[in-house]
């Protein structure tokens, strides 16, 4: 059964099911189902208008513009697509008809707090400041103790360099969002603009204690140190922050001026090296490091570094006297007195000098950026907010096999372990530990009644074409077999074909009708597949997903993975205890549970029982779930 002729069976239902996989994240197959759609019908809108969703995941961002500019033709009043298309126009960097975009979504959608703070976004991007403005104090009016908002107000006054407007909003994030660092890092930078250091200090500090591992806050503070003579404290500031961002020049440049100050040279010179390195399009780092040059008699290297320094910013009066002096020491009396002579007549030009202020380099320690925003949405493309969708189901999360090197300076976002599923396909998770077995599918495998031997995992295979195909084929097939001679493992056999194409609806029909016929060592499994196949839908109902693995536990009480699954339901749930108890249960009845530990560990850690948390992403490590161990080194 081809993907041609499933769609002409059921377009609507072929639509869903390329819905269902771009959530989870299979873009190249989704595209393959709305192609087949589209092919069939073309005066459909939706069809063009997930494809194109799924282009920009990819990064198609052309392709993604003729299908919304498709879909937009078609169905001109869906404020999702001229969603999607203004975050198209964003990253092609056409600011002006992604504004007009969000503005059309606003008009559809006027309470879409994502569309009116991209909106925000792209006016002050377009240096609209005002008009971006308006759109926060319309959003404030809504939301007058939303820390977002006032943080993206405060963002745009800097911008307008209206620094003490952009102090007043932190100030009010700061009132309603008391434990973000970002919030008391921005009050930090802003303070410091102001030269307001004892109050910058303190806010910087509170970032830092509240974990915050944004270099930024540390060179400000660092700056504060040294401002104070705490050249100690400076130098354990900017230490820290070269170990947390080590390709930020900044943060070498700001170190290497520190131990210039303290007579450090060598290292000094290492330091603005590696700043001018990584970026040298900077050149007025090279005024430090001709001053440190100075000190080492590289006198040669002095002149090149005030050449490059003065092409840049010819009125810059310094860069003459250093290159005029590393002359001198040379014995280049001529060459001296031309760079003093130019440097006399500019002085006597001071009002022309003035007049380019604007132009002139900045040689002090450098004041970096704000710390940006735990999670900032609106600079991602999100499907949920295109589809104005807001039950999308969590998805899984693919790691990263590589496992050499100092895996635990990689980074891994903190989510919890997929569930536990059955599968004819798994990738390979050989360094777990995790028992992936259960007799009653031991004993269905060796039957050998099924198609392929069944498999847990976390960890699914991303289907080829070839491979869709195939299992088009086999449902083809087993609804003829079913149609002859219905039983409960030929319904069990079909329903794991819908699932691996991610029809999930069809194949919770299919557990269903397996049920009706199955005897009492089948009926666990099906009950545990119809929950997780449940839990994928994306209208799946959570007290029959509960309620499903309830229904196994009773037969089954020692079934880790039902254990484990109903934990993972529990913590969606935000009932982390109850969640808690139930991966204890999964622990208990398999030791080596990895990934039981590793979410268990998670959740401790998410209701501030740190010790314990630590403790099961230690075990969950152990056992070889290695990305735990960035983890640690970050709630440590």
């Known amino acids: 059964m081809s993907l041609c002729t499933f769609a002409q069976l059921n377009t609507d239902r072929i639509t869903a099911i390329g819905r269902n996989a771009l959530y989870f994240e299979d873009y190249v197959l989704s595209i393959q189902y709305f192609n087949q759609v589209i092919h069939l019908k073309p005066y459909l809108s939706e069809p063009y208008f997930y494809r194109a969703i799924a282009k920009i995941q990819l990064e198609d961002y052309q392709g993604a513009l003729r299908d919304c500019n498709a879909a937009i033709e078609r169905n001109p009043f869906s404020p999702g697509c001229y969603y999607a298309r203004g975050y198209i126009y964003r990253q092609l960097n056409r600011l002006e008809e992604a504004e007009a975009d969000y ?6 959608s006027p309470e879409n707090r994502t569309y009116m703070l991209l909106r925000a976004d792209t006016r002050a991007q377009m240096k609209h400041y005002d008009a971006a403005l308006e759109d926060i104090s319309q959003m404030l009016k809504r939301e007058p103790q939303s820390a977002s908002v006032w943080g993206e107000k405060g963002h745009i006054c800097i911008l307008k360099k209206d620094t003490l407007t952009a102090l007043e909003a932190f100030e009010k ?3 309603y969002d008391k434990t973000n660092p970002a919030v008391w890092s921005a009050l ?19 970032a830092i204690n509240l974990g915050s591992k944004w270099a930024g806050d540390y060179i400000n503070r660092g700056i504060i140190h040294y401002h104070r003579h705490n050249y100690r404290g400076a130098l354990s500031d900017y230490d820290q922050a070269v170990k947390i961002a080590p390709k930020e020049a900044d943060c070498y440049y700001n170190r290497g001026v520190m131990r210039q100050e303290v007579g450090d040279y060598n290292r000094a010179l290492e330091d603005l ?20 040059e100075m000190q080492l008699r590289q006198w ?24 005029s002096q590393a002359a001198d020491k040379q014995g280049l009396t001529k060459t001296s007195y031309q760079y003093r ?20 380099p900045n040689t002090d320690l450098l004041i970096a950026d704000a710390q940006p925003q735990k999670k900032d949405h609106r600079k991602e493309f999100s499907t949920t907010t295109a589809q104005d969708q807001t039950d999308i189901p969590d998805e899984e999360q693919k790691y990263d096999s590589q496992t050499r090197g100092s895996i635990q300076k990689k980074h891994q976002d903190v989510v919890n372990e997929p569930n536990i599923v059955l599968s004819y396909y798994s990738q390979d998770m050989s360094l777990r530990r995790t028992n992936y077995y259960h007799p009653l599918v031991d004993e269905l495998n060796k039957a050998e009644v099924l198609p392929a031997a069944l498999k847990f995992t976390a960890q699914e295979l991303t289907l080829t074409a070839e491979m869709v195909d195939y299992h088009f084929a086999n449902i083809n097939r087993l609804t003829q077999f079913t149609d002859e001679a219905p039983s409960a493992i030929l319904y069990l056999a079909r329903a794991m074909e819908f699932a691996i194409i991610k029809d999930y609806a069809s194949a919770v029909d299919d557990c269903t009708r397996a049920l009706r016929l199955a005897n009492k060592k089948l009926e666990p499994i099906i009950v545990f597949c119809r929950a997780n196949w449940r839990y994928r839908m994306m209208d799946g109902d959570n007290e029959l997903i509960l309620r499903d693995y309830d229904h196994v536990l009773t037969l089954q009480p020692d079934f880790s993975f039902a254990l484990y699954n109903k934990a993972n339901i529990l913590c969606a749930r935000k009932d982390y205890q109850e969640a808690i108890r139930y991966y204890t249960k999964a622990i208990e009845a398999d030791n080596d549970f990895a990934e039981a530990y590793f979410n268990r560990g998670l959740t401790y850690v998410f209701i501030g029982e740190n010790e314990k948390g630590l403790a099961d992403l230690s075990k969950a490590g152990e056992l070889g779930i290695y990305q735990a161990y960035n983890l640690i080194t970050r709630f440590k």
């Open 173 to 175: 994030a700061s009132q």
């Open 341 to 360: 002579q130019k440097a006399y007549d500019l002085e006597q030009k001071k009002d022309q000098i003035q007049s380019q202020q604007a132009s002139q």
């Open 273 to 292: 090296n590696t700043a001018i390195s990584l970026d040298p399009e900077r050149t007025e780092m090279r005024y430090q490091r001709g001053l440190v």
């Open 103 to 108: 503005t059309e979504a606003l008009r559809f």
């Open 300 to 323: 040669k290297a002095v002149v090149r570094d005030m050449d490059s320094l003065i092409a840049r910013y010819p009125y810059f009066l310094p860069a003459y006297y250093l290159a």
């Open 188 to 206: 930090g930078v802003t303070n410091l603009m102001l030269n307001r250091e004892d109050e910058a200090y303190v806010q910087l500090t509170q």
